[in-house]
């Protein structure tokens, strides 16, 4: 079993950045990712990273912006995310998965309890 634990989420300005960590516990997984839900939408596809870190993926959405990398020593997957906007608030899941692939779906095995992101405008 794996247990992730989210945390460096707060409230930033418009324009601002923050750095979201992950740490998890166990070791059954590889590609983990990171997945946001505002309050009455679904929950969408963030970024995601190989167990290498030389592949990853990105929601269109931010692109530019943010940058997720992680580090297998500390079992930690960071969520650099600069130039923050409005629509950016919402409560940032990370997930973890046995499969290396770092995919946009939702088909992740392990999810921690979320961090809340507010961007005040």
């Known amino acids: 079993q794996v247990q992730l634990v989210e945390s460096g989420g707060g409230l930033v300005q418009a324009g601002g950045s923050l750095r979201l960590s992950c740490v998890a516990s166990g070791d059954n997984y590889n590609a983990m990712g990171w997945f946001r839900q505002a309050p009455g939408k679904e929950r969408e596809f963030v970024a995601a990273?190989?167990?290498?870190?030389?592949?990853?993926n990105y929601a269109d959405s931010v692109k530019g912006r943010f940058t997720i990398s992680r580090d297998n020593a500390r079992k930690t997957v960071y969520l650099q995310m600069d130039n923050l906007e409005p629509e950016d608030t919402a409560v940032y899941y990370c997930?973890?998965?046995?499969?290396?692939?770092?995919?946009?779906?939702?088909?992740?095995?392990?999810w921690g309890q979320g961090t809340q992101v507010t961007v005040s405008s």
């Open positions: 997930a973890a998965r046995q499969d290396n692939l770092p995919s946009r779906n939702s088909n992740y095995e392990y």
């Open positions: 990273i190989s167990w290498s870190g030389v592949t990853w």
